[in-house]
């Protein structure tokens, strides 16, 4: 299964640059592949991340849409995934556990910490209804 355009274009951008200076992400964008819930195909997405402790943290936001993104259900089901981060010498890949964090004072927590790296992360929370869940991948 091949990735949509866009995320195919950042892909490549990030593999071109190792990870670093990737459009407006700037050194904040890892990829993380996993297995789909229906399919089982492996899918790659562009995310982007802060480091919590040995946590890499992501966001299910999908830009504020009123669903969770398709990755989010995916790492429900299949919580192990591959992440490729920049790394000292290009680009780092590793099998992480992916923990979802749907709601509560962690979520919190952390979803203000990632609107410090990127803020619109506030205004995508503030257009939609549902609660936009932080997900932690911890390297295994």
Known sequence: MSAIPWFQRTIDE???KNGLGIGPWADHLLLMTARGARTGNEI???LVYRRDGDGYVVVGSKGGAPEHPKWYRNIQLNPEVEVEVAGADGTERFTAQARAIPSGPERDRLYAFMTEV???FAEYQ???T???PIVVL???
Request: glycine share 0%; proline share 17%.
């Open 126 to 128: 503030a257009k939609t």
């Open 44 to 46: 790659t997405t562009p």
């Open 138 to 140: 911890t390297p295994s």
């Open 14 to 16: 990030f593999h071109a």
């Open 130 to 132: 549902r609660t936009i």
């Open 118 to 120: 990127w803020p619109a």
